[in-house]
């Protein structure tokens, strides 16, 4: 049948997707407040209008929640556009007369009645999941399979708030790049017919609660705890993030030692490959002269990631990270090529589940590794041991360091994996900070010992003689904004530009 609905009807933001035939998966996400669930609907009854075959399974989690929801606000859409006589409405199911397209609503806490789902012409070509953060991969899995019928074009439309940064619609919608789906995110400032009081209201958390405003008013991906990190402090900085100037790993050659009857790296063959699956990543490539600082952090029990941190040790920006899971002898290598690539950089790793990859960088012949003192376990006298040892004495101390930069400079910081890993860093029952359980901490880890690990080395770039130093944009801008005597020791810090 015709479908002549005015534009004016829907928000202008969502009419790209009205027509959409492209896409297997409309994903439909943000805050509070910002009309997705009533476009998705909307975006329904235009469907079971206009297509000759639309037979639409609208599904929630439980049940009984459609009734004051989904089903409700078909309801609601049908009655404002004046649509009654065109359709039958009873108990939970609704019929376009004009088409026969059928609606159903049905919970996901009974499988069987999802199973039987039946419609009076054709087959199911849609589904809607509506809060779909409260179901389980497995669940939706079992309504991807249900769409197979033959020369259909099923889509489904799943609608939600991201607040937790661990879900499986994040690793599968938004970690991953999937051709068959589109993603639309929108807040409360998107949607056009929102009640100015509501809109005031939840203006309001902006003051009362910064972290709620966030993640659930403007539809920033949280979690379920609440991190020790300055959680709107990091949502902020991931939404300025840039792409790093480069992605990839190093190569080498390699050479017999016939002295010590061992195979090292030859250090002028180290070379940098470009690859899109790299697993390293520079934001800001090395620059002569400069004090670099390397924190790593070792893979526990083969379950974590191998994870390094460069640090420009003049401003302590993040310049690079590294992030893998491969063997150690591996992950050591690239430690050695990572540290020679930055001027020969400080390297910190931490010695507690292996002390393999600090043996094996003094065995490469790796000219700097961070000491510590540690006490003999025979003659009890303190000595020199390479690597940081996290302990129940060291380990508040680093992170609370990082705490503070990121509450105080969180511009320095550069890596989504890394931010996205502080906003799983929670407390947990018995007050100690750690990943939340199914998360990872290896970059925020690595990156707490970089930090603590500089007194170790140089703050001041070397400035051959007759060669200027390099400076930033932002570094330029501290020079000139500082007094007479701050200007004299930022030259002194940074080395002279001019």
């Given at each position: 049948?015709?479908v002549n ?9 969502y ?5 959409d035939?492209?896409?297997r998966?409309i994903v439909?996400?943000g ?24 037979n ?6 439980v ?7 989904t ?16 359709f ?10 004009a088409?026969g ?13 999802i ?33 197979r ?8 439309t ?7 940064i ?14 068959r ?16 009081d ?10 009362t ?26 949502n ?14 190093f190569?080498?050659?390699?050479f ?28 800001e ?34 310049v690079c ?14 430690l050695?090529?990572?540290?020679r690539y ?8 931490e ?13 490469l012949?790796y ?14 006298r303190p ?5 940081f040892k ?12 990082l ?24 407390r947990n029952?018995k007050?100690r ?6 998360a990872?901490?290896?970059?925020v880890?690595?990156l ?15 400035k ?18 500082a ?12 080395g002279?530009?001019?």
């Amino acid at each position: 049948m015709q479908v002549n609905i005015p534009k004016r009807a829907f928000n202008t933001v969502y009419l790209p997707l009205l027509d959409d035939e492209q896409h297997r998966y409309i994903v439909l996400y943000g805050g509070a407040g910002s009309g997705k669930s009533v476009f998705a609907a909307q975006r329904l009854i235009v469907r079971m209008m206009s297509k000759p075959l639309c037979n639409i399974l609208v599904v929630r989690k439980v049940g009984d929640t459609n009734r004051t929801s989904t089903y409700a606000l078909l309801r609601q859409v049908i009655t404002r556009w004046g649509l009654y006589g065109l359709f039958d409405v009873t108990d939970l199911r609704i019929v376009c007369r004009a088409t026969g397209n059928e609606c159903i609503f049905k919970g996901l806490d009974d499988p069987e009645k999802i199973k039987s789902v039946t419609f009076a012409k054709g087959e199911l070509t849609d589904i809607w999941i509506e809060e779909a953060s409260e179901i389980e991969e497995a669940d939706f899995n079992q309504l991807d399979i249900r769409l197979r019928g033959r020369g259909i074009h099923g889509q489904i439309t799943l609608s939600f708030n991201p607040v937790n940064i661990l879900h499986w619609l994040k690793r599968r919608f938004f970690d991953r790049k999937d051709g068959r789906a589109v993603t639309l995110k929108t807040t409360y400032r998107d949607n056009a017919f929102l009640d100015e009081d509501y809109k005031r209201t939840l203006e309001g958390y902006k003051t009362t609660d910064p972290y709620y405003y966030e993640v659930y008013c403007l539809g920033q991906w949280g979690v379920i705890g609440r991190t020790i990190f300055d959680a709107r402090a990091v949502n902020r900085r991931l939404r300025e993030l840039r792409p790093a100037e480069k992605r990839g790993y190093f190569a080498y050659d390699t050479f017999y030692d016939p002295v010590y009857n061992e195979v090292r790296i030859q250090d002028g063959t180290i070379r940098w490959v470009e690859a899109e699956d790299g697993y390293i990543s520079i934001y800001e490539d090395r620059r002569a002269g400069v004090p670099y600082v390397i924190g790593g952090d070792t893979a526990g029990e083969g379950s974590d990631w191998f994870a390094g941190q460069v640090l420009d040790n003049t401003t302590g920006r993040q310049v690079c990270t590294l992030r893998q899971q491969f063997d150690e002898d591996l992950y050591a290598k690239q430690l050695y090529c990572l540290g020679r690539y930055y001027n020969d950089a400080l390297v910190a790793v931490e010695a507690n589940f292996s002390s393999y990859p600090i043996k094996e960088l003094q065995r490469l012949r790796y000219p700097r590794q961070y000491v510590r003192t540690a006490e003999d376990s025979y003659t009890r006298r303190p000595m020199e041991r390479y690597g940081f040892k996290t302990t129940s004495v060291t380990r508040p101390v680093i992170i609370a360091g990082l705490v503070e930069i990121v509450r105080e400079s969180v511009e320095l910081l550069h890596d989504a994996d890394t931010l996205g890993e502080m906003l799983t860093f929670v407390r947990n029952e018995k007050g100690r900070a750690e990943a939340e359980e199914g998360a990872h901490d290896d970059c925020v880890m690595a990156l707490a010992i970089a930090y603590y690990a500089r007194t170790q080395q140089s703050t001041a770039a070397d400035k051959p003689r007759g060669v200027r130093a390099e400076w930033t944009e932002d570094m330029y801008e501290d020079y000139w904004n500082a007094d007479e005597d701050g200007q004299a020791y930022l030259i002194q810090k940074w080395g002279d530009p001019f």
